[in-house]
């Protein structure tokens, strides 16, 4: 049997942590795992009834999204983020955004005359979804500086993954005048939008960044985080609404349809702030408290402007770090997963009960 892309794809991060979770779970008061960021709070209650109440949905959903879902998707980043100008048709609902961006360059139809440029430090799905489209990919935080033809899409991830950095809006601005100049694709990772601790973070699509003027912009923004619906794949795109048209075109023929109760939920999500300003608190608390501990606990937490995760180094390789928390019970994911550059760093996430984030506290400053 031949191989398949499977074959030309990386070893999967997580799987490699085996040994530091035994050891982690072999703690007496139990495992913290703040190695992924997956939410643990509760859905909140009006999102859960509007899943129920489209519960009975025997036909196929539309792949473009209800028209609800479109509206209310165009006034929460209005609303939330100062997001203007855009059209309904400029939102896609996606099966989650991973899958998005796992398949973005082959929806596109990028192939091995292609570059995909990634943050020196990201989200590994970027590199993956280079991989399976046949594409090149490089990495790089200036690709205005990369040697010979520009890109065909460049990623960017404000607050970052990994490490909570955000970019300035000058930057965003320069950026996006370069893409223009070369007519590259710019995707903005936006999930962590509304996170920001020590700045405040932009769109690539605010009027401040690309004067109201969206071509050649896609941002991607997700519910996991703001609404704690990881477990509801629910997310949408928005942007050039000639690229979203395409990127519909697409998934018209390859099913890539949200079920209907989710798009039900995903309106009932962005119509309602409380529940995401109540979520927003939460981690704002977990990291008032993790924080401190971790610099009291020898750490320097570095970049950490937003997102959800501390980006933190002991000044040693990131798998010896990784051991040692796990010898308290504590698991965070190594640097090296986001790139080379975080060889001695590990990704710290707040993504665990207050319950959890004080056992990890009280243990880090024991």
Known sequence: MRGGRSAALPTFPWDTLAEATALAKAHPDGIVDLSVGTPVDPVAPVIREALAAASSAPGYPTTAGTPALRASAVAALERRYGITGLAESAILPVIGTKELIAWLPSLLGLGAQDVVVVPELAYPTYEVGARLAGAQWVRSDTPQRLEGAPPALVYLNSPSNPTGAITTADDLRAIVGWARENDVLLVSDECYLGLGWDAEPLSVLHPAVCDGDHRGLLAVHSLSKTSSLAGYRAGFVAGDATLVAELLAVRKHAGMMVPTPIQ??????????????????????????????????????????????????????????????????????????????????????????DERIAAAVARLTT
Do not use: K, N
């Open 264 to 353: 039900a939920a995903m309106v009932a999500a962005l119509d309602d702030d409380a529940h995401e300003r109540e979520q927003r608190d939460r981690y704002a608390g977990r990291r008032a408290t993790l924080l401190p501990a971790m610099q009291a606990a020898g750490f320097t937490v570095e970049l950490s402007q937003g997102g959800l995760y501390l980006w933190a180094t002991r000044g040693e390789p990131c798998r010896r770090t990784v051991e040692r928390l796990a010898e308290l019970g504590i698991l965070v994911a190594p640097g090296e997963f986001y790139g080379p550059a975080g060889a001695q760093h590990v990704r710290v996430a707040l993504t665990a009960t």
